[in-house]
T-cell receptor
Framework: DGGITQSPKYLFRKEGQNVTLSCEQN?????MYWYRQDPGQGLRLIYY???????QKGDIAEGYSVSREKKESFPLTVTSAQKNPTAFYLC??????????????FGNGTRLTVT | AQSVAQPEDQVNVAEGNPLTVKCTYS??????LFWYVQYPNRGLQFLLK??????LVKGSYGFEAEFNKSQTSFHLKKPSALVSDSALYFC?????????????FGAGTRLAVHP
C-alpha cells in the first residue's frame, strides 16, 4: 500500500544534540512538507519542498534544516539552535501544488522529547 | 490576514445525536477549505474538502460540511455520532504564499462522543 513512513515513532535526545527525523513516501508525490504540532496550537509549517533539490522555509524554520535529494525522501534535522524542540512532528506529501486543491497525506508522526 | 478559527476546544455529544464542529475562516479570494481528523498519536487523515459548487460537501465516515460564504464558515456535521468518531478535528484553508498555496490549520477541536 502507498503511504508515508516516519521513523522513529518516539525519539529522545539530550539538549545540545542534533537529531534527524526520517520521512519516506511511495505515493510518487512531488510536494513534501514538515509540520510541528504542539498541544492547542494546531499545525505549523516548518519547511516544504515542491520538487527534488528544492525546498523553502515555512513559518517556523529557525533551528531546523532539511534536504530533498530524492523524490521519496525529505528528512528533517532538528538542530541545537531550536529553542523548544520537544513536539510532535508530522511529515506530509501531496501532488503538485499548482492545482491548489489536493489534500495532504500525512505520516503517523515522530514524537521528539529533548531533555 | 489569512486565518482559521475553531471556536470550541472541545465538543461533547451523546452517541446517536447529531454533531457539529465549527470553523470560520478569513482569506482573500475564493477559499479552498478542508477538514482533517487525527486519532491519538497518529497523523491527520483527510475527511473532505470544498473547492467550488454545491455548498454541502460529503466526505468520509458519514461526515459532511456546509460552506457558508456570507458567514465565512465551514462547519463539520454528522447526523448521528458514533463513539469511534471521538478524535481531534482540524479545519484548514488554502492561502497563497509567494507562489505556493499554503495550508493554514485551525487549533483543532476535540470531539468526545459518549455512549
Amino acid at each position: 500500500d502507498g503511504g508515508i513512513t516516519q521513523s522513529p515513532k518516539y525519539l529522545f535526545r539530550k539538549e545540545g544534540q542534533n537529531v534527524t527525523l526520517s520521512c519516506e513516501q511511495n505515493l510518487n508525490h512531488d510536494a513534501m512538507y514538515w509540520y510541528r504540532q504542539d498541544p492547542g496550537q494546531g499545525l505549523r509549517l516548518i519547511y516544504y519542498s515542491q520538487i527534488v533539490n528544492d525546498f523553502q522555509k515555512g513559518d517556523i524554520a529557525e533551528g531546523y534544516s532539511v534536504s530533498r535529494e530524492k523524490k521519496e525522501s525529505f528528512p528533517l534535522t532538528v538542530t541545537s539552535a531550536q529553542k523548544n524542540p520537544t513536539a510532535f512532528y508530522l511529515c506530509a506529501s501531496s501532488i503538485p501544488e499548482g492545482q491548489g486543491n489536493s489534500p495532504l497525506h500525512f505520516g503517523n508522526g515522530t514524537r521528539l522529547t529533548v531533555t | 490576514a489569512q486565518s482559521v478559527a475553531q471556536p470550541e476546544d472541545q465538543v461533547n455529544v451523546a452517541e446517536g445525536n447529531p454533531l457539529t464542529v465549527k470553523c470560520t475562516y478569513s482569506v482573500s479570494g475564493n477559499p479552498y477549505l478542508f477538514w482533517y481528523v487525527q486519532y491519538p498519536n497518529r497523523g491527520l487523515q483527510f475527511l473532505l474538502k470544498y473547492i467550488t459548487g454545491d455548498n454541502l460537501v460529503k466526505g468520509s465516515y458519514g461526515f459532511e460540511a456546509e460552506f457558508n460564504k456570507s458567514q465565512t464558515s465551514f462547519h463539520l456535521k454528522k447526523p448521528s455520532a458514533l463513539v469511534s468518531d471521538s478524535a481531534l478535528y482540524f479545519c484548514a484553508v488554502r492561502a497563497p504564499l509567494g507562489g505556493y498555496n499554503k495550508l493554514i490549520f485551525g487549533a483543532g477541536t476535540r470531539l468526545a462522543v459518549h455512549p
